[in-house]
């Protein structure tokens, strides 16, 4: 899983710090410093992470997903 945050539209209410703290941490009063790629083990909290920012500024993508440009039809 990949994950990215908007530091500009940030606030730093630390939500996500409380919830997933092995992906997310404070440093100082404000900085978010954070894991671009956390184990997939941490999945429910990164997710809890992302629905609980006040700011939406979480976002995730799976990269396990398969790609969807393989077209099978006819021509
Ligand atoms: S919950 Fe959102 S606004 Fe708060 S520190 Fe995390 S990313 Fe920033």
Redesign the pocket.
């Known amino acids: 899983m990949r994950i990215v ?1 908007d530091l500009v ?9 409380f919830l997933a703290p092995k992906a ?1 941490k ?1 440093a100082g009063e404000e900085a ?1 410093v954070y894991h671009p790629n956390p184990d997939d083990a941490q999945r429910q909290q990164v997710l809890r ?1 992302v629905a ?4 939406q ?2 976002r995730m993508d799976r990269l396990e997903e398969p790609e969807l440009a393989h077209e099978t039809g006819s021509v």
């Open positions: 945050v539209r940030c606030q730093g209410y630390a939500q996500c710090c997310f404070l978010l992470a609980a920012c006040p700011v500024a979480i």
